[in-house]
């Protein structure tokens, strides 16, 4: 097995079981929280996923690119790296103790929850340690350090609601989650890397770092603006209870874009050394992922769109199914998006190994644009279906304007072979339709049958010899470059 296959396996093998435990953790306070204390929960958990976003801003993508292509600026790229999450960090807790003041209708065990989560945040700057992991394809003690901590939430989350804990202690816990878990990923970098990472807070590699992440930092900090920004319309244009709504739905789906995301990770290192060595190769691997890509996100879509009512009574009861708190209509909009998202960021590692920034910050600005727009015209009259019909737009704009130019090059085709690839898809929605009377059958049938279909796509042909082609990636500390890339420094 090769080193990408290995740690594709390993991401998704522990995404697999991060699902499993987020699963409960949403069951659990979903049937436990009235939809405005779950809402609140969402909303603090919301704020910790877009400060992720807004430090990480595509500097660790981009950062893992520089450093496969060139080994020797490791230490460097990474020292620089930490400090520029450091100074970003400072700006957001600072963010966090407004919106903490700002919330007066709160009681004060939960406004100093959202005090607390401010020194969360700060502590995110040592996730700059997690680019060691990528490189050296050592990925499997972060996954573990995620698991732990994952169950040891669930745990506490347990015994407090069993305690008759309030809605603020949940909170309260969830910082505590994400604290242990940078701190925990850099203890385990440090050995890896067999050095600490030191960076002044002006350190001027961090002006470097910052022109050249500027273009893909912003690329990707709207994009994942795009996709979170309904959470933010419907806390100060909604109701509490809208928000729990399309919470409910938005916990189910938001664990399964990570898990896009997280596989693939791998090929950006992959796909670098690919376009330098080869542009064909590279264009023969993009079109295999895409067209793998894209029969999951039609396996996944009929799932979501047949099983919607049935999934949401099993995970949360009676309460998000009918009445005014449903949201069945959300998730049948997030499972669309969902499906658009796995088909983006295969695109998008290809474009970032091309260094086509510039195409993608058009694409991510538009899909912006849109999901804005939708939010603040929608959220007012439909609630949390008004923002997940944002979400959905914007993802469906995003992977129809990065497909088209990959069209217009002609590194995808149309051909009746392609067809393949969808119809495990097909024959599964049939299936579906035909059990749409039987609701638990139905459900049992596409839990069942999905992974097959998926599965079934890894062993075509197209697709073995795809993985099989796959430059390995380093898996330990690298003296020199490659020879290619010591040619193309020299010239």
Same mark, same amino acid.
């Given at each position: 097995?090769?080193?990408?296959?290995? %740690?594709?396996?390993?991401?998704?093998?522990?995404?697999?079981?991060?699902?499993?435990?987020?699963?409960?953790?949403?069951?659990?306070?979903?049937?436990?929280?009235?939809?405005?204390?779950?809402?609140?929960?969402?909303?603090?958990?919301?704020?910790?996923?877009? %400060?992720?976003?807004?430090?990480?801003?595509?500097?660790?993508?981009?950062?893992?690119?520089?450093?496969?292509?060139?080994?020797?600026?490791? /230490?460097?790229?990474?020292?620089?790296?930490?400090?520029?999450?450091?100074?970003?960090?400072?700006?957001?807790?600072?963010?966090?103790?407004?919106?903490?003041?700002?919330?007066?209708?709160? +009681?004060?065990? &939960?406004?100093?929850?959202?005090?607390?989560?401010?020194?969360?945040?700060?502590?995110?700057?040592?996730?700059?340690?997690?680019?060691?992991?990528?490189?050296?394809?050592? $990925?499997?003690?972060?996954?573990?350090?995620?698991?732990?901590?994952?169950?040891?939430?669930?745990? *506490?989350?347990?015994?407090?609601?069993?305690?008759?804990?309030?809605?603020?202690?949940?909170?309260?816990?969830? !910082?505590?989650?994400?604290?242990?878990?940078?701190?925990?990923?850099?203890?385990?970098?440090?050995?890896?890397?067999?050095?600490?990472?030191?960076?002044?807070?002006?350190?001027?590699?961090?002006?470097?770092?910052?022109?050249?992440?500027?273009?893909?930092?912003? +690329?990707?900090?709207?994009?994942?603006?795009?996709?979170?920004?309904?959470?933010?319309?419907?806390?100060?244009?909604?109701?509490? &209870?809208?928000?729990?709504?399309?919470?409910?739905?938005?916990?189910?789906?938001?664990?399964?874009?990570?898990?896009?995301?997280?596989?693939?990770?791998?090929?950006?290192?992959?796909?670098?050394?690919?376009?330098?060595?080869?542009?064909?190769?590279?264009?023969?691997?993009? /079109?295999?992922?895409?067209? $793998?890509?894209?029969?999951?996100?039609?396996?996944?879509?009929?799932?979501?769109?047949?099983?919607?009512? /049935?999934?949401?009574?099993?995970?949360?009861?009676?309460?998000?199914?009918?009445?005014? *708190?449903?949201?069945?209509?959300?998730?049948?909009?997030? +499972?669309?998006?969902?499906?658009?998202?796995?088909?983006?960021?295969?695109?998008?590692?290809?474009? $970032?190994?091309?260094?086509?920034?510039?195409?993608?910050?058009?694409? %991510?600005?538009?899909?912006?644009? !849109?999901?804005?727009?939708?939010?603040?015209?929608?959220? %007012?009259?439909?609630?949390?279906?008004?923002?997940?019909?944002?979400?959905?737009?914007?993802?469906?704009?995003?992977?129809?304007?990065?497909?088209?130019?990959?069209?217009?090059?002609?590194?995808?085709?149309?051909?009746?072979?392609?067809?393949?690839?969808?119809?495990?898809?097909?024959?599964?929605?049939?299936?579906?339709?035909?059990?749409?009377?039987?609701?638990?059958?139905?459900?049992?049938?596409?839990?069942?049958?999905?992974? !097959?279909?998926?599965?079934?796509?890894?062993?075509?042909? &197209?697709?073995?010899?795809?993985?099989?082609?796959?430059?390995?990636? &380093?898996?330990?500390?690298?003296?020199?470059?490659?020879?290619?890339?010591?040619?193309?420094? /020299?010239?």
């Amino acid at each position: 097995m090769s080193t990408v296959a290995r %740690s594709q396996a390993i991401l998704l093998g522990a995404q697999v079981a991060r699902l499993a435990l987020s699963l409960a953790v949403t069951t659990l306070l979903g049937r436990s929280l009235a939809p405005g204390a779950f809402g609140y929960f969402a909303f603090v958990a919301s704020l910790f996923v877009v %400060s992720q976003d807004v430090l990480d801003m595509g500097t660790t993508s981009l950062a893992t690119r520089n450093v496969a292509r060139h080994p020797q600026t490791e /230490r460097a790229m990474l020292s620089a790296l930490l400090g520029l999450r450091r100074l970003v960090a400072v700006g957001l807790a600072l963010a966090c103790v407004l919106i903490a003041f700002a919330q007066s209708g709160r +009681t004060l065990p &939960e406004r100093c929850t959202l005090f607390a989560a401010a020194a969360g945040i700060f502590a995110l700057h040592l996730g700059a340690y997690q680019v060691a992991f990528q490189v050296r394809q050592r $990925l499997g003690r972060p996954m573990l350090l995620g698991l732990a901590a994952q169950a040891a939430f669930l745990a *506490a989350c347990f015994v407090a609601l069993r305690l008759g804990a309030t809605v603020a202690l949940i909170g309260a816990l969830v !910082v505590a989650r994400e604290i242990v878990q940078v701190v925990g990923s850099r203890l385990l970098a440090v050995p890896l890397l067999g050095y600490r990472l030191r960076s002044r807070w002006l350190d001027p590699a961090i002006g470097r770092l910052l022109r050249d992440a500027r273009v893909f930092g912003v +690329t990707t900090l709207f994009h994942k603006l795009a996709f979170s920004a309904g959470t933010f319309f419907l806390w100060t244009s909604s109701t509490p &209870e809208a928000l729990g709504s399309y919470s409910a739905a938005q916990r189910l789906i938001v664990p399964l874009v990570d898990v896009v995301w997280l596989c693939a990770i791998p090929l950006i290192a992959a796909f670098s050394i690919c376009a330098v060595r080869s542009p064909q190769a590279l264009a023969s691997h993009v /079109r295999a992922f895409y067209w $793998l890509a894209a029969g999951t996100a039609a396996t996944v879509a009929v799932c979501g769109l047949a099983t919607a009512p /049935r999934l949401l009574e099993l995970v949360y009861g009676q309460t998000y199914v009918s009445g005014s *708190a449903s949201a069945v209509a959300a998730f049948r909009w997030l +499972t669309v998006a969902l499906a658009c998202a796995i088909v983006v960021p295969v695109l998008v590692v290809a474009a $970032l190994a091309r260094q086509q920034e510039r195409a993608l910050l058009r694409v %991510s600005g538009a899909a912006l644009a !849109v999901a804005l727009a939708v939010n603040a015209l929608a959220v %007012s009259r439909l609630g949390g279906e008004g923002a997940a019909m944002a979400t959905c737009l914007a993802q469906c704009l995003a992977v129809a304007l990065l497909s088209w130019s990959h069209f217009a090059r002609r590194e995808l085709r149309r051909d009746l072979a392609r067809l393949l690839y969808f119809a495990p898809a097909a024959l599964l929605a049939a299936l579906l339709q035909a059990l749409s009377g039987r609701p638990d059958l139905q459900l049992a049938a596409a839990v069942a049958l999905a992974p !097959v279909c998926i599965l079934s796509l890894w062993f075509l042909p &197209e697709q073995r010899a795809c993985r099989a082609a796959l430059p390995r990636g &380093e898996t330990g500390p690298v003296s020199s470059p490659p020879l290619a890339l010591a040619a193309e420094e /020299r010239s």
